[in-house]
Protein backbone atom coordinates (compact mmCIF):
# COMPACT_ATOMS: atom_id res chain seq x y z
CA UNK A 1 0.00 0.00 0.00
CA UNK A 2 1.41 3.68 -0.89
CA UNK A 3 2.12 5.97 1.79
CA UNK A 4 3.28 9.18 0.70
CA UNK A 5 6.66 10.63 2.36
CA UNK A 6 6.37 12.13 5.79
CA UNK A 7 8.42 15.64 4.01
CA UNK A 8 5.49 15.44 0.94
CA UNK A 9 3.77 18.61 1.17
CA UNK A 10 -0.26 16.90 1.22
CA UNK A 11 0.69 14.98 3.64
CA UNK A 12 2.36 17.91 5.84
CA UNK A 13 -0.80 19.93 5.35
CA UNK A 14 -3.36 17.18 6.59
CA UNK A 15 -1.40 16.57 9.08
CA UNK A 16 -1.60 20.28 10.03
CA UNK A 17 -4.93 20.28 9.65
CA UNK A 18 -5.62 17.21 11.38
CA UNK A 19 -3.49 17.86 14.24
CA UNK A 20 -5.75 21.14 14.77
CA UNK A 21 -9.14 19.75 14.18
CA UNK A 22 -8.18 16.54 16.96
CA UNK A 23 -6.38 18.88 19.42
CA UNK A 24 -7.77 21.77 19.01
CA UNK A 25 -11.63 21.93 18.19
CA UNK A 26 -12.03 17.98 19.83
CA UNK A 27 -9.89 17.83 22.59
CA UNK A 28 -8.17 13.89 21.65
CA UNK A 29 -4.72 13.69 21.79
CA UNK A 30 -3.72 10.75 20.59
CA UNK A 31 -0.49 11.09 17.99
CA UNK A 32 -0.60 7.89 16.45
CA UNK A 33 -4.05 7.93 15.75
CA UNK A 34 -4.08 11.33 14.34
CA UNK A 35 -1.35 10.81 12.46
CA UNK A 36 -2.95 7.18 11.11
CA UNK A 37 -5.69 9.52 9.66
CA UNK A 38 -3.56 12.40 8.46
CA UNK A 39 -2.02 9.63 6.52
CA UNK A 40 -5.51 8.11 5.79
CA UNK A 41 -6.49 11.37 4.08
CA UNK A 42 -3.11 11.59 2.06
CA UNK A 43 -3.40 8.12 0.58
CA UNK A 44 -6.59 8.35 -0.46
CA UNK A 45 -6.18 11.37 -2.19
CA UNK A 46 -5.66 8.85 -5.38
CA UNK A 47 -8.45 6.97 -6.53
CA UNK A 48 -6.73 3.87 -7.01
CA UNK A 49 -5.99 3.47 -3.35
CA UNK A 50 -9.70 4.63 -2.28
CA UNK A 51 -11.05 1.31 -4.48
CA UNK A 52 -7.28 -0.95 -4.40
CA UNK A 53 -9.68 -3.67 -3.41
CA UNK A 54 -9.91 -6.42 -6.61
CA UNK A 55 -12.79 -8.71 -6.95
CA UNK A 56 -12.20 -12.21 -8.34
CA UNK A 57 -12.83 -10.49 -11.96
CA UNK A 58 -10.21 -8.58 -11.04
CA UNK A 59 -12.46 -4.97 -11.29
CA UNK A 60 -12.40 -3.01 -8.06
CA UNK A 61 -14.86 -3.15 -5.38
CA UNK A 62 -16.61 -0.32 -4.46
CA UNK A 63 -19.06 -1.13 -2.16
CA UNK A 64 -18.27 -2.17 1.46
CA UNK A 65 -21.03 -5.01 0.96
CA UNK A 66 -18.42 -6.21 -1.59
CA UNK A 67 -15.47 -5.84 0.23
CA UNK A 68 -17.39 -7.50 2.74
CA UNK A 69 -18.18 -10.65 0.95
CA UNK A 70 -14.36 -10.72 -0.23
CA UNK A 71 -12.82 -10.39 2.72
CA UNK A 72 -15.24 -13.11 4.19
CA UNK A 73 -13.87 -16.23 1.31
CA UNK A 74 -10.50 -15.45 2.61
CA UNK A 75 -8.99 -18.01 4.68
CA UNK A 76 -8.57 -16.48 8.21
CA UNK A 77 -5.64 -15.36 9.98
CA UNK A 78 -3.67 -14.25 6.80
CA UNK A 79 -2.38 -10.91 5.83
CA UNK A 80 -4.95 -10.22 3.23
CA UNK A 81 -7.57 -10.95 4.78
CA UNK A 82 -6.57 -8.33 7.94
CA UNK A 83 -5.80 -6.01 4.68
CA UNK A 84 -9.31 -6.40 3.65
CA UNK A 85 -10.83 -5.40 7.18
CA UNK A 86 -8.36 -2.41 7.62
CA UNK A 87 -9.23 -1.00 4.29
CA UNK A 88 -13.08 -1.65 4.99
CA UNK A 89 -12.81 0.46 7.62
CA UNK A 90 -10.59 3.02 6.34
CA UNK A 91 -13.17 3.13 3.30
CA UNK A 92 -16.05 3.49 5.51
CA UNK A 93 -14.25 6.47 7.41
CA UNK A 94 -13.36 8.31 4.77
CA UNK A 95 -16.68 8.08 3.19
CA UNK A 96 -18.53 8.72 6.55
CA UNK A 97 -16.25 11.38 7.96
CA UNK A 98 -14.82 13.38 4.78
CA UNK A 99 -18.01 13.01 2.69
CA UNK A 100 -20.85 12.05 4.16
CA UNK A 101 -23.31 13.71 1.62
CA UNK A 102 -21.95 11.22 -1.15
CA UNK A 103 -23.51 8.29 1.19
CA UNK A 104 -27.07 10.07 1.25
CA UNK A 105 -26.51 11.25 -2.93
CA UNK A 106 -30.25 9.88 -4.20
CA UNK A 107 -28.03 7.61 -6.81
CA UNK A 108 -26.86 5.68 -3.57
CA UNK A 109 -30.71 4.58 -3.47
CA UNK A 110 -29.57 2.00 -6.61
CA UNK A 111 -26.45 0.33 -4.82
CA UNK A 112 -26.13 -2.55 -2.44
CA UNK A 113 -24.45 -0.34 0.24
CA UNK A 114 -27.71 1.81 0.29
CA UNK A 115 -28.59 -0.71 3.16
CA UNK A 116 -25.22 -0.73 4.88
CA UNK A 117 -24.55 1.29 8.18
CA UNK A 118 -20.98 2.58 7.26
CA UNK A 119 -19.85 3.56 10.90
CA UNK A 120 -21.35 -0.29 11.77
CA UNK A 121 -19.09 -1.83 9.08
CA UNK A 122 -16.02 0.93 9.80
CA UNK A 123 -16.05 -0.32 12.99
CA UNK A 124 -16.42 -3.70 12.37
CA UNK A 125 -13.34 -4.14 9.85
CA UNK A 126 -10.97 -1.96 12.17
CA UNK A 127 -12.42 -4.16 15.24
CA UNK A 128 -11.46 -6.98 13.03
CA UNK A 129 -7.85 -5.99 11.94
CA UNK A 130 -7.47 -5.48 15.57
CA UNK A 131 -8.34 -8.81 16.25
CA UNK A 132 -6.24 -10.87 13.66
CA UNK A 133 -2.85 -11.49 14.17
CA UNK A 134 -2.94 -9.55 16.75
CA UNK A 135 0.41 -11.26 18.91
CA UNK A 136 2.13 -9.94 15.79
CA UNK A 137 0.94 -6.49 15.26
CA UNK A 138 0.43 -5.55 19.22
CA UNK A 139 0.56 -1.88 18.33
CA UNK A 140 -0.93 -1.45 15.87
CA UNK A 141 -3.74 -3.86 17.38
CA UNK A 142 -4.13 -0.71 20.01
CA UNK A 143 -4.39 1.48 17.58
CA UNK A 144 -6.97 -0.13 15.48
CA UNK A 145 -9.57 -1.27 18.55
CA UNK A 146 -9.50 2.71 19.45
CA UNK A 147 -10.20 3.48 15.59
CA UNK A 148 -13.07 1.01 16.35
CA UNK A 149 -14.23 2.25 19.61
CA UNK A 150 -13.94 6.13 18.65
CA UNK A 151 -14.99 5.69 14.81
CA UNK A 152 -17.59 8.44 15.25
CA UNK A 153 -15.05 10.76 16.99
CA UNK A 154 -12.58 10.27 14.29
CA UNK A 155 -15.55 10.97 11.50
CA UNK A 156 -16.21 14.16 13.05
CA UNK A 157 -12.57 15.29 13.24
CA UNK A 158 -12.58 14.47 9.51
CA UNK A 159 -15.51 16.67 8.76
CA UNK A 160 -13.45 19.12 10.85
CA UNK A 161 -10.06 18.55 8.34
CA UNK A 162 -12.64 18.62 5.38
CA UNK A 163 -13.99 22.04 6.43
CA UNK A 164 -10.81 23.50 7.17
CA UNK A 165 -8.87 22.87 4.20
CA UNK A 166 -12.17 24.31 2.29
CA UNK A 167 -11.32 27.68 3.72
CA UNK A 168 -7.65 27.47 3.09
CA UNK A 169 -7.14 30.01 0.04
CA UNK A 170 -4.16 29.37 -2.26
CA UNK A 171 -2.26 33.32 -1.44
CA UNK A 172 -2.35 31.86 2.79
CA UNK A 173 -0.10 29.11 1.59
CA UNK A 174 3.81 28.52 1.21
CA UNK A 175 4.51 27.74 -1.93
CA UNK A 176 0.84 28.87 -3.59
CA UNK A 177 1.06 26.27 -6.06
CA UNK A 178 0.09 23.36 -3.84
CA UNK A 179 -3.82 23.96 -4.02
CA UNK A 180 -5.87 25.56 -6.88
Known amino acids: MWEPPEEHPLRRLFAGLAEHAFLSRLGVADPPLIDYLSTLLSRFVH ?3 VFRLRGNDGRPLTEVVEMVLEAEQIPAGGRTRREYY ?12 VYPEALNHPRARYCKDHFV ?3 VQGKRGYWLTSRLDEEDHREEAGLFRRLSEQFEVCAIGLREVRREWEEIRPDTLPGTGLIR
Not at 86 to 97: C, P, Q
Open 47 to 49: LDA
Open 86 to 97: RHIGDFALFWTG
Open 117 to 119: DYT
